[in-house]
């Protein structure tokens, strides 16, 4: 093989038993990192999403690097570029229907209830609040916060709400 090759026998031993370098064993950490954000997402994010949220970890690291170790691994965000001509697809999931419809008149407690997220900043990055509001009182009726904003941080606030109740 090495004669195929044109190395040397001792060239290729030492190139078998040479450790992996200082930048591959960094890529390999910002690697797990990059599948663990990735895998909290729910799998949408994409490399800009993900350089942003590395960089307010406090990595340093280029939206270049991100995009190539995603890319050489497979790793791929939502695309959220709508084509010419295509109709956008709902986000709202299946046999889910918007009830309210814009009437926000409520004659009795616990029959109409809403939800906002507020990006609140901190000196160790973001935290978002997800709050559930009961249109008769403007009360709170559950909320829920993390350290990224996705659905399972509306679920967790809405079921504090039907706990609540």
Same mark, same amino acid.
């Given at each position: ?18 450790? /992996?370098?200082?930048? %591959? ?13 990735? /895998? /909290? ?11 942003? /949220? ?14 190539? =170790? ?15 001509? %295509?109709?956008? %697809? ?9 009830? =309210? ?31 559930? =509001? ?23 606030? %809405? ?7």
């Amino acid at each position: 093989m090495c004669r195929c090759l044109n190395v040397s026998p001792s060239g290729y031993y030492a190139w078998v038993s040479r450790p /992996d370098s200082a930048r %591959a064993r960094d890529n390999q950490r910002l690697l797990s990192r990059i599948r663990e954000i990735h /895998d /909290d997402s729910g799998r949408v994010i994409g490399a800009p999403r993900m350089h942003k /949220d590395l960089v307010a970890e406090g990595e340093s690291i280029s939206l270049n690097r991100v995009a190539r =170790l995603m890319s050489a691994h497979g790793i791929q965000g939502w695309p959220r570029k709508k084509r010419r001509g %295509a109709r956008r %697809a709902s986000v709202r999931p299946a046999g889910i229907r918007n009830h =309210l419809a814009r009437d926000f008149s409520v004659q009795e407690p616990h029959t109409k209830w809403v939800t906002d997220i507020t990006e609140i900043p901190t000196q160790e990055g973001k935290l978002y609040l997800c709050v559930v =509001l009961d249109l008769f009182s403007k009360l709170v009726v559950g909320w829920s916060m993390h350290h990224r904003q996705d659905r399972h941080i509306v679920v967790r606030a %809405a079921e504090m709400a039907v706990w609540q109740s």
